[in-house]
């Protein structure tokens, strides 16, 4: 398994991870994960990352503060600290100074990273390029823009329908899509004064609905839809060759919960095509489609045990899906913000002695407590009764 | 009245007192954390007790006494020990009932002194905190605490 350690870098202290086929990330708001995150990008991919900034005219002078400012975004630099922080990637401790002085250029990327900030890639119902944005926004949201960009311009610049299409996504998924995110409306490619713009509109008729009346959980969805598209391409090879890990923070934003559990059938299908996969995410029910995956494992279910927590249909595709997903090994870990550290919580266990991973990293402590409260008001209310 | 008051003067309770935990067997006695094991106030196991008088009922594990740092009267957790399978949740509940059923007829100096009812994991959890089986308990008046019970020495309700 691969291993990333970072210590002393920005909120963490010490985070130890070991990737599975799917890593889950949780922990409260600001302790750390999306740096791990960004570091896990730069350790796989910094010629591909240092390519591309000098490629839009990024000049970070060989300066480790002044490239993770243009890296990370703007006063992200204190995030190190010279002589405390480290990083260890697969074994082997990373010089990030010496990595920010030497300019080197890969085109090819092994690291495809969704950011969770991904709703400012469409402007007006369109991405962003690249250099939309200003030279403090962090890369991972650029180049993500800028990825939408010329896929929408590349494969769908002729207007048409982008969702659903035959060749994008099992039928299965459009099905799922089309009732829980779209509501049976298209997406599609619109031109206003020759202004091109993707809009929302019912199949083959009028009344397009542009991008800023879509519903918050559409606009989150589209620039993760197209991010799937990308990963997913319609040819006989079903992944980007060149492509080894998606990253994808916070696939929860802005979607119910019925939406979530098509984006989670969704990983588990990027999973299933081989793709190691890292999400962090805020979201008990993520963990709960894990922990089930788990002792659906241990137990031996068979594939359509895991389909039907998904409200996915039994057939043959799905089933070859759900049959692969669990064979895949599942990895989560927990920022501890008082601590800095990180826990390994893979087991989920809902009786396990540490808190951390009794209450899932704090997703289920909610819910701990709301039991509590009802437990003791039921049984207080029983004995008034009583007397 | 005090919890240890409260068991002498319950029928077939009357013996069943023990100080600290020791009323537990010790395989269920790691199931229990005190903040402050100074603060329990004994314990009595209501299971062995009854079965004598209710040999085919689903009776209750026991009962543990505890002292709160910030509350006048003492506090009676009531814990069952069981696996934690959707299976056992029936039984369970059968345990439940017949303990509020043994506390009206012959509990009512223990059901004067406020309390929770608790289902403590005796193995591996097969439902979640946030699981619908977890709020159907507490609906009817059962925390399902885990693997562990931490009995806190302050608690506000």
Same mark, same amino acid.
């Given at each position: 398994?691969?291993?990333?350690?970072?210590?002393?870098?920005?909120?963490?202290?010490?985070?130890?991870?070991?990737?599975?086929?799917? =890593?889950? &990330?949780?922990?409260?708001?600001? +302790?750390?994960? /999306?740096?791990?995150?960004?570091?896990?990008?730069?350790? $796989?991919?910094?010629?591909?990352?240092?390519?591309?900034?000098?490629?839009?005219? @990024?000049?970070?002078s060989g300066q480790l503060p002044d490239f993770l400012d243009v890296y990370l975004g703007e006063?992200?630099?204190?995030?190190?600290?010279?002589?405390?922080?480290?990083?260890?990637?697969?074994?082997?401790?990373?010089?990030?100074?010496?990595?920010?002085?030497?300019?080197r250029r890969a085109k090819n990327e092994s690291l495809f990273f969704i950011p969770a900030q991904?709703?400012?890639?469409?402007?007006?119902?369109?991405?962003?390029?690249? =250099?939309?944005?200003?030279?403090?926004?962090?890369?991972? $949201?650029?180049?993500? /823009?800028?990825?939408?960009?010329?896929?929408?311009?590349?494969?769908?610049?002729?207007?048409?329908?982008?969702?659903?299409?035959?060749?994008?996504?099992?039928?299965?998924?459009?099905? @799922?899509?089309?009732?829980?995110?779209?509501?049976?409306?298209?997406?599609?490619?619109?031109?206003?004064? /020759?202004?091109?713009?993707?809009? @929302?509109? #019912?199949?083959?008729?009028?009344?397009?609905? #542009?991008?800023?009346?879509?519903?918050?959980?559409?606009?989150?969805? $589209?620039?993760?839809?197209?991010?799937?598209?990308?990963?997913?391409?319609?040819?006989?090879?079903?992944?980007?060759?060149?492509?080894?890990?998606?990253?994808?923070?916070?696939?929860?934003?802005? &979607?119910? #919960?019925?939406?979530?559990?098509?984006?989670?059938?969704?990983?588990?299908?990027?999973?299933?095509?081989?793709?190691?996969?890292?999400?962090?995410?805020?979201?008990?029910?993520? @963990?709960?489609?894990?922990?089930?995956?788990?002792?659906?494992?241990?137990?031996?279910?068979?594939?359509?045990?895991?389909?039907?927590?998904?409200?996915?249909?039994? +057939?043959?595709?799905?089933?070859?899906?759900?049959?692969?997903?669990?064979?895949?090994?599942?990895?989560?870990?927990?920022?501890?913000?008082? =601590?800095?550290?990180?826990?390994?919580?893979?087991?989920?266990?809902?009786?396990?002695?540490?808190?951390?991973?009794?209450?899932?990293?704090?997703?289920?402590?909610?819910?701990?407590?709301?039991?509590?409260?009802?437990?003791?008001?039921? +049984?207080?209310?029983?004995?008034?009764?009583?007397? | 009245?005090?919890?240890?008051?409260?068991?002498?003067?319950?029928?077939?309770?009357?013996?069943?007192?023990?100080?600290?935990?020791?009323?537990?067997?010790?395989?269920?006695?790691?199931?229990?954390?005190?903040?402050?094991?100074?603060?329990?106030?004994?314990?009595?196991?209501?299971?062995?007790?009854? !079965?004598?008088?209710?040999?085919?009922?689903?009776?209750?594990?026991?009962?543990?006494?505890?002292?709160?740092?910030?509350?006048n009267a003492e506090f009676i957790y009531w814990v069952e020990t069981h696996t934690g399978r959707?299976?056992?949740?029936?039984?369970?509940?059968?345990?439940?009932?017949?303990?509020?059923?043994?506390?009206?007829?012959?509990?009512?100096?223990?059901?004067?002194?406020?309390?929770?009812?608790?289902?403590?994991?005796?193995?591996?959890?097969?439902?979640?905190?946030?699981?619908?089986?977890?709020?159907?308990?507490?609906?009817?008046?059962?925390?399902?605490?885990?693997?562990?019970?931490?009995?806190?020495?302050? !608690?506000?309700?």
């Amino acid at each position: 398994m691969m291993t990333l350690r970072i210590r002393n870098v920005g909120q963490i202290t010490d985070a130890s991870l070991m990737f599975g086929d799917l =890593t889950v &990330l949780v922990g409260p708001q600001a +302790t750390g994960k /999306s740096i791990a995150l960004q570091l896990l990008k730069l350790m $796989v991919d910094a010629g591909q990352v240092q390519g591309e900034l000098s490629r839009y005219g @990024l000049d970070w002078s060989g300066q480790l503060p002044d490239f993770l400012d243009v890296y990370l975004g703007e006063g992200m630099h204190g995030v190190w600290r010279q002589g405390r922080s480290s990083i260890e990637w697969a074994g082997r401790a990373v010089d990030l100074p010496q990595l920010a002085a030497r300019k080197r250029r890969a085109k090819n990327e092994s690291l495809f990273f969704i950011p969770a900030q991904r709703v400012l890639a469409l402007r007006d119902g369109w991405p962003r390029p690249f =250099t939309d944005y200003s030279p403090g926004d962090p890369f991972a $949201v650029r180049e993500y /823009s800028e990825k939408l960009r010329v896929l929408v311009e590349q494969e769908f610049g002729a207007a048409g329908d982008l969702f659903p299409q035959e060749r994008r996504l099992k039928r299965e998924f459009r099905d @799922l899509l089309e009732k829980h995110v779209f509501s049976n409306f298209h997406l599609r490619v619109d031109k206003v004064r /020759s202004q091109k713009r993707l809009v @929302l509109g #019912p199949q083959g008729g009028n009344g397009n609905l #542009p991008y800023m009346v879509w519903s918050a959980g559409q606009r989150e969805f $589209v620039p993760l839809l197209l991010g799937f598209y990308w990963l997913m391409p319609p040819t006989k090879v079903s992944t980007r060759a060149e492509i080894e890990w998606v990253v994808l923070e916070e696939l929860e934003m802005g &979607l119910h #919960p019925r939406a979530i559990s098509v984006v989670v059938l969704l990983i588990l299908e990027l999973v299933a095509r081989g793709y190691r996969v890292c999400l962090s995410t805020h979201s008990p029910q993520v @963990l709960d489609a894990i922990w089930a995956l788990k002792h659906l494992r241990e137990n031996h279910a068979p594939p359509e045990a895991l389909l039907k927590i998904f409200g996915a249909p039994n +057939t043959q595709p799905m089933q070859r899906l759900a049959a692969s997903a669990m064979e895949k090994t599942v990895k989560v870990y927990y920022f501890n913000r008082e =601590t800095g550290a990180t826990a390994d919580i893979s087991n989920l266990d809902p009786s396990a002695e540490g808190q951390a991973e009794a209450g899932w990293g704090g997703l289920s402590e909610f819910s701990g407590r709301a039991n509590e409260a009802v437990a003791r008001a039921v +049984t207080n209310a029983d004995r008034e009764e009583q007397r | 009245m005090t919890f240890k008051e409260a068991v002498g003067l319950t029928p077939n309770l009357e013996t069943a007192w023990k100080d600290g935990l020791g009323a537990l067997e010790a395989k269920d006695r790691h199931h229990i954390k005190a903040e402050d094991t100074r603060q329990l106030r004994g314990s009595a196991d209501v299971d062995t007790a009854l !079965r004598l008088r209710d040999p085919n009922a689903n009776r209750w594990d026991f009962a543990i006494g505890y002292q709160h740092t910030n509350r006048n009267a003492e506090f009676i957790y009531w814990v069952e020990t069981h696996t934690g399978r959707e299976n056992q949740i029936k039984d369970v509940l059968k345990k439940l009932e017949w303990l509020k059923t043994w506390l009206r007829r012959d509990g009512q100096h223990l059901d004067k002194l406020d309390r929770d009812i608790i289902w403590v994991s005796s193995g591996h959890t097969f439902f979640t905190k946030g699981s619908a089986q977890v709020k159907m308990l507490a609906q009817r008046g059962l925390l399902y605490s885990g693997a562990v019970l931490r009995i806190p020495n302050e !608690r506000t309700w």
